[in-house]
């Protein structure tokens, strides 16, 4: 099993950036492929980012593609999502995901509790 604990919403104006940071624990972090959902009010929850083991292929929504670039770092057992040029229509609450098995499409078997980005226009 491993544990997700994500971190770094805030309130930031249209066009500002934010990095969002999410820390894993418990069995071997590299052996997972990490993911970002995020869900709007009154939304289902959606896809942002993901990113794969090893190498570290990534994949992108098409609505953040080239805004967001999703990293990880083995080293410290962290996924990170930076998100620049952010929009009114990202505000949401961002969950972090770890899977073992499906990273395209991304199938999460753990979740993080989730972290409140809020863009104000």
């Known amino acids: 099993q491993v544990q997700l604990a994500d971190s770094g919403g805030g309130l930031v104006q249209a066009g500002g950036s934010l990095l969002l940071s999410c820390a894993a624990s418990?069995?071997?972090?590299?052996?997972?492929?990490m993911g970002w959902f995020r869900q709007a009010p009154g939304k289902e929850r959606e896809f942002v980012a993901a990113?794969?083991?090893?190498?570290?292929?990534?994949a992108y929504a098409d609505s953040v593609k080239g805004r967001f670039t999703i990293s990880r770092d083995n080293a410290k057992n962290t996924v990170y999502l930076q998100m620049n040029s952010l929009k009114a229509e990202d505000t949401a609450t961002y969950y972090c995901?770890?899977?073992?098995?499906?990273?395209?499409?991304?199938?999460?078997?753990?979740w993080g509790q989730g972290t409140q980005v809020t863009v104000s226009s």
């Open positions: 995901a770890a899977a073992v098995a499906n990273w395209k499409p991304f199938v999460g078997d753990y």
């Open positions: 418990g069995r071997a972090f590299s052996s997972y492929a």
């Open positions: 990113i794969s083991w090893g190498p570290g292929r990534t």
